[in-house]
């Protein structure tokens, strides 16, 4: 995500009384921000907000859809349904507010399982969301009339999963309030063509069962993870969400309970006449189907499931956002105002490198220098004195003496000339009379590089 991303609030930015930590989401309406509440006293809260697409802000339809469904959630107040706290237009931007719900869609908890849910947790997912989507379409307006409330949009995306096994139910983007509504439009055709009903399909009129067959393909999708419509092309899905043609749970799984498929079997019938009549009617028949097989709709094992498969998540941190002062100023025509931070930690590394260039050089040098030293302290080797008594006789014919080769300088002494006569042999003990070593004789210091010449270029 980078800021010059088409439509995208800048980080710490601000809209109205809100400030932008990252985005979430990017919709084909609408973008979802995760974003902070400001208040007086240091008060702040953590939201999701929710923006129309620039494209789209100039458009006055669009624009009163996207507000008709912030008036139609904020009516909502269901602990299982995100509430939406706020909606306004600021500086052109129209924008609602909703509860940040820290958690995972079911989408993502069934890719991160790669596999079917555990019973137990699907069941109370479903139970959950069967709860809010009777409390919905129960919703009765100012006058006290119901208002007809179809969610049109259940799906494992728009169905939300806390860490702490809480269950919302979000998006009401494309809900319609089928009385009072002059601008409901029966013919489009909106939503996820594998979750939509397949009166909705055929643009017919929809009513609250139509979002009761959106959750029984929810339910099929937890329980056996797998897709309840799928088709190569878009036309054969179409074909096969209208004629309501799925795959037998009992065929994917032999042990699937015989009473949870025939409840999906009813869910997912093609006419709306053979569904349960109500959400709350869905909802109960889950209870029993549980209690029937020993299973607990339990938010706690819910929660328990959430930790196991994601571990533990912290909640969104805000404390690396800029002051809202200076959030403020980044949006303003004046001069931009410096953010704060840390001075810039300088790196220690060129300073290591120079300290082991000059050891290395340091060291280098002491051990020319000693062995320098060392060439001084060495005396010069004697001229061969003749022997006092005589050698005895080499065998086979007589060779010269090799030449002394200096120790220090490698430079080659002057061959002895070898003797006029034949030394006469000697005794097998001989006694050799000490003589006081010769006085040195002043030589040119050796050069540093005379072991790195080559021997042609040494010094004769």
């Known amino acids: 995500?980078?800021?010059?991303?088409?439509?995208?609030?800048?980080?710490?930015?601000?809209?109205?009384?809100?400030?932008?930590?990252?985005?979430?989401?990017?919709?084909g309406m609408a973008e979802l921000y995760l974003a902070r509440q400001l208040g007086a006293a240091g008060y702040e809260k953590v939201v999701a907000l929710k923006r129309v697409l620039p494209h789209l802000a100039e458009d006055?339809?669009?624009?009163?859809?996207?507000?008709?469904?912030?008036?139609?959630?904020?009516?909502?107040?269901?602990?299982?349904?995100?509430?939406?706290?706020?909606?306004?237009?600021?500086?052109?931007?129209?924008?609602?507010?909703?509860?940040?719900v820290h958690g995972r869609s079911v989408f993502q908890l069934l890719r991160e399982a790669g596999?079917?849910?555990?019973?137990?947790?699907?069941?109370t997912v479903a139970h959950e969301v069967a709860g809010a989507l009777h409390y919905a379409h129960e919703r009765c307006g100012s006058d006290g009339r119901p208002l007809g409330l179809v969610h049109r949009d259940v799906s494992p995306s728009n169905v939300l999963v806390s860490y702490d096994g809480d269950v919302k139910l979000v998006d009401f983007g494309i809900a319609k309030a089928t009385a009072h509504s002059h601008a409901t439009q029966t013919a489009a055709i909106k939503g996820k063509i594998a979750y939509m009903a397949p009166e909705q399909l055929r643009g017919e009129a929809l009513d609250r069962r139509s979002d009761?067959?959106?959750?029984?393909?929810?339910?099929?999708?937890?329980?056996?993870?797998?897709?309840?419509?799928?088709?190569?092309?878009?036309?054969?899905?179409?074909?096969?969400?209208?004629?309501?043609?799925?795959?037998?749970?009992?065929?994917?799984?032999?042990?699937?309970?015989?009473?949870?498929?025939?409840?999906?079997?009813?869910?997912?019938?093609a006419d709306p006449?053979?569904?349960?009549?109500?959400?709350?009617?869905?909802?109960?028949?889950?209870?029993?189907?549980?209690?029937?097989?020993?299973?607990?709709?339990?938010?706690?094992?819910?929660?328990?499931?959430?930790?196991?498969?994601?571990?533990?998540?912290?909640?969104?941190?805000?404390?690396?956002?800029?002051?809202?002062?200076v959030a403020a100023a980044l949006q303003s025509d004046d001069p931009p105002i410096a953010i704060p931070s840390a001075p810039p930690q300088r790196s220690m590394w060129p300073w290591i490198a120079l300290a082991l260039v000059v050891g290395v050089t340091g060291g280098v040098v002491a051990m020319r220098m000693d062995r320098a030293d060392a060439?001084?302290?060495?005396?010069?080797?004697?001229?061969?004195?003749?022997?006092?008594?005589?050698?005895?006789?080499?065998?086979?014919?007589?060779?010269?003496?090799?030449?002394?080769?200096?120790?220090?300088?490698?430079?080659?002494?002057?061959?002895?000339?070898?003797p006029?006569?034949?030394?006469?042999?000697?005794?097998?003990k001989k006694k050799r009379r000490r003589r006081a070593p010769p006085k040195k004789k002043a030589q040119p210091k050796p050069s540093l590089d005379a072991d790195y010449l080559p021997p042609s270029r040494r010094a004769d």
């Open 375 to 418: 060439a001084d302290d060495v005396p010069a080797p004697a001229a061969v004195a003749e022997p006092s008594e005589p050698e005895p006789e080499p065998v086979g014919p007589p060779t010269s003496s090799p030449a002394a080769v200096s120790a220090v300088a490698n430079t080659p002494e002057p061959e002895p000339e070898p």
């Open 60 to 100: 006055p339809a669009f624009v009163e859809m996207f507000l008709n469904e912030a008036r139609l959630a904020a009516g909502l107040n269901h602990s299982a349904i995100a509430q939406v706290m706020d909606f306004g237009t600021d500086a052109g931007e129209h924008y609602m507010t909703l509860e940040y």
């Open 212 to 269: 009761v067959f959106a959750l029984c393909v929810v339910l099929y999708e937890m329980l056996l993870g797998k897709r309840c419509f799928s088709a190569p092309g878009e036309f054969a899905l179409i074909n096969k969400v209208a004629e309501a043609k799925f795959v037998k749970p009992s065929k994917i799984d032999p042990s699937f309970e015989p009473e949870l498929e025939a409840l999906l079997g009813e869910g997912l019938s």
């Open 420 to 428: 006029e006569s034949e030394p006469e042999p000697r005794p097998t």
């Open 273 to 325: 006449e053979g569904r349960p009549r109500s959400a709350r009617a869905l909802q109960s028949r889950l209870e029993s189907v549980a209690s029937a097989h020993g299973l607990q709709l339990s938010r706690v094992a819910l929660a328990e499931f959430m930790e196991h498969t994601f571990g533990q998540v912290d909640f969104p941190r805000t404390d690396c956002l800029p002051l809202p002062e």
């Open 115 to 123: 596999r079917a849910l555990p019973r137990a947790v699907a069941l």
């Open 1 to 27: 995500m980078t800021d010059d991303a088409p439509g995208l609030l800048r980080v710490g930015s601000r809209l109205g009384r809100y400030q932008i930590i990252r985005r979430l989401a990017l919709g």
